[in-house]
């Protein structure tokens, strides 16, 4: 499987059956908090990055799994995938099964991705920042992307958008965990009126060391001046995901106990794909079997005694 992965354990989606459709850190963002390193291309340009058919036979060969939901999210930005309607249109029809988009909510602004999106159940869009300058500091965004015209889109999408729509804040230590922060945050999502407000914070190695986690207390408080007050998701999967992990993380636990591995290292070592790799050692971490350091440029995965 190149191109679908899982199920996996997710904090907010049961078991999520993943798409991946875009290549590795191809987006049209460069998130200093990204578990996935840096962006290689910082892009708006929309293309059939990877062979719809073979995605199609893909996502066939694993329906039987019956996960909760098959969620298009992956290693880049989903709406940059040019057939994104049709494919989401195909697994409607090869299932009953929920579907998921998890999307940065970047190219709502542009019609035809609004239009495309009709056939999902739920959509998950992100917003960090409430101004432009913090926009432009935690995003990093493509130089031709206006923090404005962002938020109208996600203005928009709500008003054509039949589905769910749960709105994702990830805030940074520092940057944007501060009373006028969230309260320019809490003025856009009043204009953008999604079903839930869900706040996050850094919970895997990010791309820039400044990128430090929230803790969960202070993401409560900030919880409660939004409308409707926002969930707080930046906690442990559950252990009944724990349980049913139990092959895998074992199998990763044998690989890093013989030496120290990146991210890249576990998925080729086990043969999954990253994003499945990145899922499991969130729930080796969380049950402090699992640490984590920099060396050099890169993020290695450390078995505790």
Known sequence: MRYVYGPVPS???GWSLGVDLIPAKTCTFNCIYCQLGKSRTVTLERSEYVPFDAVEKEIRET??????????????EPTLYSRLGELLERIRSLTDVPLAVLTNGSLFWREEVRAELKAASLVIPSLDAGNADMFAVINRPHGDLDFDQVVQGLVDFRESFAGQIWLEILLVASFTA????????VRCV???????????????PPAEECALAVPTDELREYAQLFRPVAEVIGEAPSTHARRRCADITQDILGLIRRRPCTLQDVAN????????????LEILT??????????GSKVFYMARS
């Not at 329906?63 to 880049?76: E, K, N």
């Not at 009043?190 to 895997?204: C, F, G, M, S, Y």
Request: charged content about 25%.
């Open 286 to 295: 969380a049950d402090a079997r699992v640490h984590s350091t920099v060396i």
């Open 178 to 185: 501060n009373p006028k922060e969230i309260g320019d945050l």
């Open 63 to 76: 329906l039987a799994c019956r996960p909760d939901y098959i969620t298009i999210s992956g290693s880049g």
């Open 190 to 204: 009043e204009r953008i009126r999604p079903d839930r407000v869900q706040l996050n914070t850094v919970t895997r």
């Open 269 to 280: 070592g086990l043969g999954i794909h990253v994003l499945e790799a990145v899922k499991h």
């Open 11 to 13: 904090r907010r989606l």
